[in-house]
């Protein structure tokens, strides 16, 4: 899951209308579903980390530092379920690239080489939004297989990195290099690219750059990710 990085509110008191913070958020961190990673060019919302449900945390509601992007499906999944914010990795706190592995059947798994507090924060996590689901695919009039889950257009993706990392073998330029990196932030899924490209460490430095919002703080020279995420201003971040 990518690390993000949205930076201090951009105005000195809370919104009004959290709705008012959807610019800022777009432009600081990208189109993407903060926790799926898809790339969503509609219906994509500000997302609330702790609900600001009248019952738990109402007073967030206008918060900057309470304030991701979502899709619908991790939005609606999440919902109004309490989040305590020191029992899960979140990714504007924590590095939660380190945290996940992506495997070419489009699953999202917790990473082994996490400690076993860690591996339950992360599941928490990958629960919370629903990250384990299982895929759901329907057929079209030509009998062509159209995904209508996360983890089908992550196979989708997944072949798609997989034929650009093939021309890239076949026509090793500067060009290809520059055209791979906006391909990836165009299809989205940055944990899908940078396991595919996991051996490149040029391609993964453009990946990290090219999708914008990305928390660089969180991967090394050689673009391993670095752990525990170094602490920023946010409650409870810097745990993995």
């Avoid at 989040?83 to 899960?88: A, K, Y």
């Avoid at 979140?90 to 996940?100: E, G, I, K, Q, V």
Wanted: charged share 30%.
């Amino acid at each position: 899951m990518r690390p993000i990085s949205k930076g201090i509110s951009p105005i000195q008191s809370d919104y009004e209308d959290y709705r008012d913070a959807f610019p800022e958020l777009m432009a600081r961190i990208g189109p993407f579903c903060s926790y799926c990673e898809r790339r969503i060019n509609t219906n994509l919302a500000v997302e609330h980390i702790q609900p600001k449900d009248d019952n738990l945390y109402p007073e967030l509601e206008g918060n900057w530092d309470n304030y991701l992007l979502a899709c619908v499906n991790c939005n609606s999944t999440k919902g109004n379920k309490d989040v305590v914010l020191s029992d899960l990795l979140l990714p504007d706190r924590d590095n939660t690239f380190y945290a996940f592995e992506y495997t070419a059947d489009g699953k999202v798994t917790v990473a082994n080489e996490l400690s076993a507090e860690q591996q339950h924060m992360a599941e928490a996590l990958r629960v919370l939004v629903g990250l384990e689901k299982e895929i759901r695919t329907i057929h079209d009039q030509n009998g062509r297989i159209v995904a209508t889950d996360r983890i089908s257009q992550r196979m989708e993706v997944w072949s798609i990195a997989l034929e650009s990392k093939a021309e890239l073998e076949e026509t090793p330029t500067e060009g290809m290099r520059r055209q791979i990196s906006r391909t990836a932030a165009g299809h989205g899924f940055f944990g899908v690219w940078m396991k595919v490209f996991e051996e490149d460490e040029d391609m993964r430095k453009r990946i990290i750059e090219g999708f914008r919002g990305t928390a660089q703080e969180c991967f090394d020279a050689r673009t391993n990710p670095v752990t525990p995420r170094p602490a920023n201003h946010l409650p409870s971040s810097g745990k993995t």
